[in-house]
């Protein structure tokens, strides 16, 4: 059972992470996929704003799932290079982060992903990434 399957059947429980931070699996096709996550105290800093790396995993979480419908069972991805610009911050509620593949090649995968605050268009962060495919056997 690949990774998609295994979420697709457990759940948030497939990845551990996401069972740490809480995060629910929205959407997921056609190269696109969302996933929502509550602020909680224990992920802000000193100042009581949410720790940056946290909205970069969070785009980067979106974009691998928006990703992983568009491979072949025998490819797997790891990340090459992941930028994030911050916007905007967050001291609670909950975050909805999208990503969508930008191009597909056999070698490399582009991909989006933004974080917004539920219920608003105001976008907080936003990250690009590719993405290395690799082939198992």
């Known amino acids: 059972m690949n990774y998609l399957e295994r979420i697709r059947s457990e759940g948030r429980d497939a990845n551990p992470f996401f069972s740490l931070m809480?995060?629910?699996?929205?959407?997921?096709?056609?190269?696109?996929?969302?996933?929502?996550?509550?602020?909680?105290?224990?992920?802000?800093?000193?100042?009581?704003?949410?720790?940056?790396?946290?909205?970069?995993?969070?785009?980067?979480?979106?974009?691998?799932?928006?990703?992983?419908?568009?491979l072949n069972p025998d490819e797997r991805i790891a990340t090459i290079t992941e930028t994030t610009t911050f916007l905007g911050g967050a001291q609670d509620g909950v975050l909805v982060a999208s990503g969508r593949v930008v191009r597909r090649g056999r070698r490399v995968i582009f991909a989006e992903g933004e974080v917004a605050a539920e219920g608003s268009d105001r976008v907080l962060a936003r990250s690009i990434a590719s993405y290395m495919v690799s082939r198992s056997g």
């Open 22 to 70: 809480r995060i629910e699996i929205g959407a997921i096709s056609g190269g696109q996929a969302t996933i929502r996550m509550p602020v909680q105290q224990t992920m802000t800093n000193g100042e009581g704003w949410l720790q940056g790396g946290i909205f970069t995993a969070l785009a980067d979480e979106a974009m691998v799932l928006a990703i992983y419908p568009l």
